[in-house]
């Protein structure tokens, strides 16, 4: 006999029993609730919510890439097969698939997949780099190098349509810093003083003009822009004349005063570096400040750029267990009403910093899992210059403090010229050859991998 439901018993004083309506999965809504997690830098819970539309292929797809960016490569293995199953040949799973087999150190099987997407799509370094990855540690390095250097080519390829014109400066106002974080590569700092005076950057305004640049980031290895006598003047000045102008800064020489004019100055963004839940984890990181002081300067600001055209954000890098205090930060922060926070791990500070594990593939220190990448041409070092207070210009805007990567001054030359002396050009024949091992600072960096 068939086995029959039992017969439900309903009293007279009872309504009959009925189930539960289960609200239907809408995957339109949770692919967006997904994308702002995402975008948020909340990659697990990205996970999670797109685990409730479970087997809808768009899901599963963009699934497969988060819990592949969550070091899950496993588990982005099998819904990558899942999505490819359903939906053969699909170029981007093809590829998503292989990344996740590369991971797991599945090199040969990755082969049989960026083989044909190659075919279909040559010009894609993307694909170029993870095809001389796969043959590299599948042991065929011949093969594996040529396909590397094409997607160095294509990457290089649009500064060179350029003419190496850079299309954004990173401006240092002052050489002068007075914190000594441990993220930072201050230890190295041969000099702790210095203030850009008002005629270089009057040339730094009108090279970048020439060169028609549009953004401008007071940004340097070294140096608290805020402690410049005549920061507010200048950053007016640049916006005045057009410049898309953001500016990082440790938070420490506010004043209400300061704070009121920083807010009609109009920059693009303003970048807070804070990272800490209480004055212990704070000043541990940021040495020589005071946490309770440069909380309140952190949320006076916030206030004050409320309703302005300013973005204000804060960026939080951490050493040591850095997933699980820059989650702290970031829940700490949201009780005090900020949301825009973007954390990362520290890099190595152009090889200045020890941090994180050393690879022995590579012969460098970092927090990034490095072993199953090679080092790409800079994507800083293609788009932008530094320019010191003093008017030297380097190739690297974030991590040389030294100018150990100095390629001319901009109160003798164009920036033009510049990018195409042979300074420039001997850096950039060495990340076209991809060995870097000989140029300071860039042969230890670990911002090319990945």
């Known amino acids: 006999m068939e086995s029959q439901d039992p017969p439900v018993l309903v009293s007279r004083s009872m309504k009959p029993m009925t ?12 692919l967006a609730e997904a994308l702002r997690l995402a975008e948020g830098q909340l990659l697990e819970e990205a996970v999670a919510a797109l685990a409730k539309a479970d087997g809808h292929l768009e899901c599963d797809y963009r699934r497969a890439g988060l819990l592949l960016a969550c070091r899950r490569a496993a588990e982005a293995e099998i819904l990558f097969r899942r999505v490819l199953a359903a939906i053969p040949g699909h170029l981007d799973t093809m590829v998503g698939l292989a990344g996740s087999l590369v991971e797991q150190g599945r090199a040969a099987e990755a082969l049989t997949l960026l083989e044909p997407a190659a075919g279909v799509q040559p010009q894609s370094g993307r694909i170029q780099y993870l095809l001389g990855i796969a043959l590299e540690e599948a042991g065929r390095t011949e093969a594996a190098a040529a396909h590397l250097a094409k997607a160095r080519a294509l990457i290089i390829a649009p500064a060179e349509r350029r003419q190496l014109v850079p299309y954004e400066l990173y401006v240092q106002l002052s050489r002068r810093c007075n914190l000594r974080c441990t993220m930072c590569g201050w230890e190295i700092w041969k000099d702790n003083s ?4 008002d005629d270089v950057f009057e ?4 090279e970048g003009k020439a060169c028609g640049i549009k953004t401008m980031h007071i940004l340097a290895g070294q140096g608290e ?19 898309q102008v953001g500016i990082v800064t440790n938070g420490t020489p506010f004043t209400p005063d300061k704070i009121a004019r920083l807010a009609k100055v109009g920059l693009a963004y303003l970048q807070f570096s804070f990272a800490g839940w ?13 946490f309770e002081r440069t909380l309140a300067n952190l949320k006076a600001i916030h206030k004050a750029l409320k309703g302005t055209s300013t973005r204000f954000a804060v960026k939080a890098v951490a050493l040591g267990e850095w997933q699980d205090n820059l989650r702290k930060t970031k829940a700490f922060l949201a009780t005090h009403g900020v949301t825009d926070v973007w954390t ?10 020890q941090c994180g594990t050393r690879s022995e593939r590579h012969g460098i ?54 990018r195409r002396s042979a300074a420039y050009g001997g850096i950039l024949e060495a990340f076209r050859q991809g060995d870097v091992r000989h140029v300071p600072m860039c042969g230890k960096c670990d911002d090319p991998f990945g």
């Open 19 to 30: 189930k539960k309506k289960t609200k239907p999965v809408d995957p339109i809504r949770i």
């Open 194 to 197: 210095g203030f850009m005076e």
């Open 203 to 206: 040339r730094v305004i009108a």
């Open 225 to 243: 822009p805020f402690l410049h006598p005549r920061v507010f003047e200048m950053l007016e000045h640049a916006v005045a004349e057009g410049f």
């Open 278 to 290: 209480d004055a212990e984890s704070y000043e541990s990181v940021y040495v020589g400040s005071k």
């Open 344 to 353: 990362v791990p520290a890099n190595n500070f152009g090889g200045s910093v």
């Open 365 to 418: 220190w970092s927090l990034k899992d490095i072993d199953h990448h090679r080092p790409m041409p800079c994507r800083l070092f293609l788009k932008a210059v530094g320019v010191f207070c003093d008017g030297t210009v380097t190739a690297c805007g974030c991590y040389d403090s030294n100018a150990q990567l100095k390629i001319g001054n901009i109160m003798e030359q164009g920036l033009g010229d510049i």
